[in-house]
């Protein structure tokens, strides 16, 4: 009787076949990590050539609630890359980026950056908007045990106020406050825009009413937030912006708070 296995050292074999599975593998899984962000790209919007190994095919994905389809890898860069408000403090690659437009939290640097996503709403599992204002969503409330905010003043790091709160979005999902929905009474006219519910703080001042207070930004800054296309949703694409204006304000609100703390 011959055995299988006359002549041939199996172990040695198994190794040799665990060797090629796991080389391919590691081929596999970084082919796949390289679906989204790549080709690499600088902050000018130059781009690395792409790998002949590491680089996968196009896959087509079929977006949920009629959103199209997308396919990735692609050779969309960023769309702000050709537009940037801003120079770099020094002459190499990786120098910081100084905004040099008007105002330096709509430029898009720093902590002031976002990225273009969708410009759709942030979808519910049947394809309805999840954010919406408590005047749409008649079933939500404020809880008793919490302050209501509608009608409240708000004021910003100066103390100088925008205006009031006229309304509360909330995230139906998730059950909680996204934003809080202001009429400013500075500027030229009126304007109703979002105030990141995160970015606030509930003050008694002295006069014992209270206030929202907003550190990031001052009163006067309140005139450039922004806006939402319809008065009732708000896209992905829009609370990019509307997220990057607040948090660019912690560093560019003021000049002193882009100087060293001592």
Known sequence: MVELTQGYDVGLLTFYVFVVFFIGLVIHLQRESRREGFPLEDDVGNKDKTSWLFTPEPKTFNLPHGMGDIAVPNDKGDPNSE??????????????????????????????AWTERADVPDPMHDGTAKIVPMRVLKEASIATQDVDPRGLRVVGCDLIVAG????????????????????????????????????????????????????????????????????????????????AYYGAGLLYATPARQEAWF
């Open 83 to 112: 537009n940037v408000k801003g120079r770099q403090v020094a002459n190499f690659s990786g120098a910081p980026w100084q905004p040099t437009g008007d105002n330096p939290m709509l430029d898009g640097i720093g902590p002031g």
């Open 164 to 243: 009031r709160v006229k309304d509360v979005w909330v995230d139906r999902m998730e059950h909680a406050i996204r934003y809080y929905e202001l009429e400013t009474e500075i500027g030229e006219e009126p304007r109703t825009v979002l105030v990141p519910a995160n970015m606030v703080t509930i003050k008694t001042p002295r006069d014992r009413e209270k206030v929202l207070y907003v550190h990031a930004i001052t009163g006067e800054q309140f005139t450039q937030v922004p806006t939402t296309k319809k008065k009732t949703e708000v896209t992905l694409l829009e609370e990019e912006k509307i997220m």
